[in-house]
């Protein structure tokens, strides 16, 4: 089952066998295997985080590291939802979609901490079905809890909160598709024909947003979004998705060597006492076009 998943959705052959030996080792042993089916069940009926602590103690069972036997549950519990979408009669491309964030989750681990595995909890609503993928992005469905936005966006109201998977290059064509084949689906539930797209990420934060140059893919992305507000982050948590490092304050800066030009950019902007952050954007698409308010 383990092996088939995994090269099905192309896994490194090195992190296929990893992953179907620590299966192996957890459906052999009864303890494991039953938390395994206790944390399933949570996923699927209670449908909240507090399966979480049942997934250390499978760790903890079996000697398996955390990364790893994470991912080996998330490859479990595909199999149920690859029911729930038939059930639904959703098509299996939409399936296979949303489980290539596996992969992407898995090469994050890898590149940043050389283990195969996921070290993030935040699959959960793949499998609620209140994250969808299409194409490029994926789409949280929530209710809106801000201030009005526009006289359109309403507190309560229902609105789509995108984020960018580590999937490839992000160009204006594969955004345009995406929300394009996101409006068909989210099609009957939209207010006045108009859906109401989020996005909260450190691309958008503004000072980050122009080192990418007024002609790089990301700097087009976040121009679509209408931005609403920023947040400092002097933690610099989301250094690691640029550096395959976790920032351990200026002394990580020494360490690297700054090859790719964002690199080189982001590398002379922390060293001169700047950080990342946080921007909040909301954009308005109609089926065809984005509704700029820039």
């Known amino acids: 089952m383990v092996k088939d998943f995994c090269e099905k959705l192309a896994f490194p052959t090195e992190a296929t066998v990893c992953l179907t030996e620590a299966y192996s ?67 299996e491309n939409l ?15 890898y590149n940043l901490h ?11 609503m793949f499998y609620t079905l209140e994250r969808m993928t299409f194409g490029r992005l994926h789409y949280d469905v929530l209710k809106w809890g801000g201030d009005a936005y526009r006289g359109f966006l309403m507190p309560g109201d229902t609105y789509y909160r995108c984020h960018i998977p580590s999937s490839g290059p992000l160009t204006p064509e594969s ?16 207010k006045n024909g108009l859906m109401s797209v989020a996005c909260n990420s450190w691309l958008l934060y503004p000072p980050v947003t122009a080192l990418f140059g007024e002609n790089s893919n990301t700097k087009k992305f976040c121009d679509l979004f209408d931005l609403i507000g920023t947040k400092e982050d002097p933690m610099n948590r989301d250094f690691w998705r640029v550096f395959n490092k976790e920032y351990k304050g200026p002394e ?10 964002l690199q080189k950019n982001l590398k002379e902007y922390l060293e001169a006492g700047n950080s990342f ?18």
């Open 25 to 91: 080792k957890i459906v052999s042993e009864p303890e494991a295997l039953s938390l395994i089916y206790k944390a399933m069940d949570i996923v699927y009926t209670v449908k909240d985080n507090s399966f979480v602590p049942l997934l250390q103690e499978i760790s903890e069972k079996t000697g398996i590291h955390r990364y790893t036997s994470d991912l080996v549950f998330w490859i479990m519990s595909a199999k149920p939802l690859y029911c729930i979408y038939n059930e639904k009669k959703l098509p």
């Open 252 to 261: 990580t800066l020494r360490e690297i060597t700054a090859e790719k030009p």
């Open 95 to 109: 399936y296979w979609d949303a489980m290539a964030d596996l992969r992407y989750k898995l090469m994050e681990c």
């Open 114 to 124: 050389g283990i195969w595995g996921v070290f993030s909890t935040w699959f959960l």
């Open 175 to 190: 955004v345009m598709d995406s929300l394009k084949k996101a409006y068909t689906y989210y099609k009957d539930d939209l």
């Open 277 to 294: 952050g946080i921007g909040y954007g909301i954009l308005l698409f109609d089926g065809e076009k984005v509704i700029n308010y820039n």
